[in-house]
Structures are given as structure tokens and as C-alpha cells.
């Protein structure tokens, strides 16, 4: 017999309850260190007080009102985002793949209204991840996601992940975009070289194709940057942005420049939910947390302790371990052992990550894990790794 929820996740048998910081609390009573943030959702940890201020006196003055009418909280928000990015407009969705839907749409509708309606090919990249939805899917492309759920949502192009001539030879005066997150997350934790991403700025300018990025998973301070593409000193046409932006309460956007979003006129996008009142109180809380330069600085302060570490965690545990690799606390364990195994052996000693592809374990600490719990967090991963080896896995 089906369950009541439907069984599309195999969720390991640990229950929640409460959660402050770097820590949650199952029903029973047991502490596990969270590594994983909700799959970097929880930027600033678990029950955040500036963050549940926010909701807290938001939920009691006003929950929802329909993009009908002007949302003050909402445009604060995107006046912050467009100051501290190269957006000049910004749209709030509930989620990474609304975001995804609204950057494919928007991509079509650009070329549709420079009188090229045909020009709709988007390039995307092998172990890309971009949500669950039937564009989304089509996107990624990959066997696992969209087995079983064709026909697929026609004009995406699959380039292997690293492959710069085929990439060359794909994006063309008929490319409408190129989609790519700047560091790969579900697919392993594989950042695109600063050189690399430079590369695809300056072919998408040669061949007019916009270029897309998805920081879902990266953005929001995630890399020690406020956007991880940042680093490469380029920008895109268009962003994706989710996860962290909400610390929690599901908030995204797409943020894009005024050319890219020309097509978006009058009547042709729209959302029930997206950037309503709660959601924008929590979002304006988390950028103002973010979007300062002492507070990232001390992100790539931690970060950089906390891969060196696991450099030597690596070291002790060669059979294990294979390397690390990432960007700022986005963070991945190239394993030896399978990494399933490793991501259970740490329930074992109470501590959190997320498996990846490429066999690799994912550390995504909330930005405001202490000096202390990364202490700690690098003891349990020890113990675990010492109770997978154990076992010979
Ligand atoms: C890079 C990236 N894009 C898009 C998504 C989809 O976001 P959501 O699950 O909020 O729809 C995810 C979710 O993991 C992601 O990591």
C-alpha cells in the first residue's frame, strides 16, 4: 500500500524538533551538529533571533497580500538586491525552480522580441542541477531525473562538464543562453574555474547568447562572496537565486539586467506567493546579515580553517577519503569509501552532511558555525570516518 506522503525520498529515521545555531534536536533528545543547513538553505543556522524577530513581527501585522497591490517589504528587498548585484530588476518566486522556469522564459521571450522567436537553444552542462519541474529536468538532463517523464521540454543542449571545446563549438550565433551554476552542487561539489567562467562571459558576448547562472545553491554568501561568480569578476545577464536568501522560509528570485528582461513586460509572468509580505521580512533580514563585508570576510576566514582540516582529515584517512574540494563552506569530500556510507556512519556520531554525485560527500555549514562546532564537526567526521573503515566499506 502507498504511504500517506509519497515515497519519492528515502529519508533517513531522524525526526527534528528544534534547532538553534549550528544544532538540531530530534523528538528524542539527541544533539546532531548540522553540516548540511537544509542543503545550504539555513544560511545563519537554526532559529536565527534577528530572523525569527523578523517573521515574528511581520506574522503579526500582516501575512499575505497579492502582487495585486504594492508589497513595500518586497521592494526594499529587490532595491537591495539590484544595489548589490549587476541586476537592475529582480522577480521573487518560492523556490529555485520557479526561478529556473522564469530565467528559461525569460531567456525565450528576449529573442522573441528581437524578432528571433526560433533562437530558443539553451546550453547546459552534464551533472547540472536545477530543480524538479519539466523544464527544470529538461535542463539537467540527465537520465536519473528525466527517465520516465518524456516528452521532454524541447531546446537544451548537453555539454560535458569541462569540455571547452565542445562548449566552443556548441555556443553559436543561435545559442539563446548558456546555463550553468558557477559551482556545482548536487553534482558534486565541482566549482567552474575562475578562467573558465571568464571564457563563457566572453563567448556568450561574442555570440550574443545570454548567460544564465544559477546560484542557487552557491549564492547567498556560500563561497565567502555575496555571489559566487564574484570571484571570476564577471556577471551574468541573468541569476537565479533561492536557498539561502530565505534562511529557511522558501524564498527565491531571478534577478536579470534591464536588457535581458526586456521581453518581460505587462502580464507575462506572475505568482501567488512570490515575495510576500513574510517572506520578504525574513529575506531583507538575511541580506542585511549577508551582504556585509565583515560578515564574509569571516566566512572565508572559518571556510579556510575548516577545508584545511579537512585536508588533514583526508590525510589520516586516505582509504576513505580521496581529496577535498569547493568554495567557502561549500564544501565536498571526494570519498573512496561509498559515500552513502559515510554520510550514515555520521548520523552515527550525530553530525549532518549530504551525499552529492561523484561519490562525494557535501558540507554546507551554516555561515555562522563557530570556531568551536567546526572543531567539533572535523572530531565527529574523524570518528566517523574511523567506523567506516571499520566496517571495510
Ligand atoms: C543549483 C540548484 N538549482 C535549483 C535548485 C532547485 O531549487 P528548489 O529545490 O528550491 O526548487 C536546486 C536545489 O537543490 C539547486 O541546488
Not at 146 to 159: E, S
Not at 160 to 178: M, W
Request: charged fraction near 20%; proline fraction near 5%.
Amino acid at each position: 500500500m502507498i504511504p500517506s506522503l509519497l515515497p519519492t525520498y528515502a529519508r533517513a529515521p531522524l525526526a527534528f524538533e528544534r534547532g538553534e545555531g549550528s544544532w538540531l534536536e530530534t523528538t528524542d533528545g539527541r544533539r546532531f551538529l548540522d553540516l548540511s543547513s537544509g542543503i545550504a538553505v539555513n544560511a545563519l543556522g537554526h532559529a536565527h533571533p534577528a530572523l525569527v524577530a523578523a517573521l515574528t513581527e511581520q506574522a503579526g501585522k500582516l501575512w499575505h497580500v497579492s502582487n495585486l497591490y504594492e508589497i513595500p517589504a518586497q521592494k526594499a528587498l529587490a532595491d537591495r538586491l539590484v544595489a548589490a548585484t549587476f541586476a537592475d530588476t529582480a522577480f521573487f518566486t518560492n523556490s529555485g525552480t520557479e526561478a529556473l522556469e522564469l530565467a528559461v522564459k525569460m531567456v525565450r521571450k528576449y529573442w522573441y522580441e528581437k524578432g528571433d522567436p526560433e533562437r530558443i537553444e539553451i546550453v547546459a552542462f552534464t551533472g547540472s542541477f536545477h530543480g524538479r519541474s519539466t523544464a527544470a529536468i529538461a535542463a539537467a538532463g540527465s537520465e536519473k531525473m528525466v527517465k520516465g517523464f518524456g516528452p521532454l521540454m524541447p531546446g537544451f543542449t548537453h555539454i560535458e562538464f569541462g569540455d571547452h571545446e565542445a562548449l566552443r563549438a556548441a555556443v553559436t550565433d543561435r545559442t539563446a543562453a548558456v546555463l550553468i551554476e558557477p559551482v556545482q552542487g548536487e553534482g558534486g561539489i565541482r566549482p567552474v574555474p575562475d578562467p573558465c567562467l571568464k571564457g563563457l562571459r566572453d563567448l556568450c558576448d561574442e555570440t550574443g547568447a545570454l548567460l544564465v547562472f544559477d546560484e542557487v545553491q552557491c549564492g547567498m554568501g556560500r563561497t565567502g562572496r555575496l555571489f559566487a561568480h564574484e570571484w571570476a569578476g564577471i556577471a551574468p545577464d541573468i541569476m537565479m537565486v533561492a536557498k539561502g536568501i530565505g534562511g529557511g522560509f522558501p524564498l527565491g528570485a531571478v534577478l536579470a539586467s534591464e536588457a535581458a528582461a526586456e521581453g518581460m513586460t505587462l502580464g507575462t509572468h506572475g505568482s501567488t506567493y512570490g515575495g510576500n509580505p513574510l517572506g520578504c521580512a525574513v529575506g531583507a533580514k538575511v541580506m542585511e546579515i549577508i551582504d556585509d563585508p565583515d560578515f564574509l570576510a569571516e566566512v572565508r576566514r572559518k571556510a579556510a580553517s575548516l577545508h584545511q582540516r579537512l585536508e588533514g582529515l583526508v590525510a589520516v584517512h586516505p582509504d576513505v577519503f580521496e581529496e577535498v574540494r569547493g568554495l567557502g563552506f561549500m564544501l565536498g569530500l571526494k570519498c573512496r569509501a561509498p559515500n552513502t556510507e559515510v554520510v550514515k556512519a555520521g548520523y552515527d556520531q550525530h553530525v549532518l552532511t549530504v551525499p552529492a554525485a561523484d561519490n562525494v560527500v557535501r558540507l554546507l555549514p551554516a555561515l555562522t558555525i563557530s570556531d568551536d562546532d567546526i572543531t567539533e564537526a572535523i572530531e565527529r567526521l574523524d570518528a566517523a570516518a574511523s567506523a567506516v573503515k571499520g566496517t571495510g566499506a
